[in-house]
């Protein structure tokens, strides 16, 4: 079980330990983040091992929606940190094994990869349309 430390941001403050942020304010609420931004919760790590386990927890969960049904407010939408700190254990707890997360993350790579490479064949595909098409098109003279 990792330790960690969650607060809210203050640029005042300095932090030493393995560290990142979490965005709680807009529908982007729990995102984690490599750099800090106005509206977000610092958690900070007593070792590195443990930052990147929860970083890409947190990732996952944030592209799964999962902090969505947490936010608050019918304007700015955003999280509270009681309830952002409720969940983050309970996914941890849940978790088997910690390595489970990156076995997740190369697979989601991996389907990221295949997604960017059919991306590029459906633009290759379009482009040749397009070549199809101009031969039949008409010239018109202006």
Same mark, same amino acid.
């Given at each position: ?5 969650l ?16 965005? *709680?304010?807009? *529908? ?89 490479e059919?991306?590029?064949?459906? *633009?290759?595909l ?17």
């Amino acid at each position: 079980m990792c330790t960690f430390l969650l607060k809210s941001y203050s640029p005042k403050q300095e932090i030493l330990k393995p560290h990142f942020f979490i965005l *709680n304010k807009g *529908n982007n609420s729990g995102k984690p983040l490599l750099s800090p931004c106005p509206n977000c919760f610092v958690i900070q790590f007593e070792n590195q091992e443990d930052k990147e386990c929860v970083y890409w927890l947190l990732w996952c969960m944030w592209q799964s929606k999962a902090f969505y049904r947490l936010l608050r407010g019918s304007v700015i939408p955003f999280i509270n940190i009681k309830d952002f700190h409720k969940v983050l254990l309970q996914a941890l707890n849940q978790l088997p094994y910690p390595d489970m997360v990156f076995k997740v993350v190369e697979a989601l790579n991996n389907i990221e990869t295949l997604e960017n490479e059919y991306l590029q064949k459906i *633009n290759l595909l379009k482009d040749a349309k397009r070549l199809v098409m101009r031969k039949i098109q008409p010239k018109y003279e202006i």
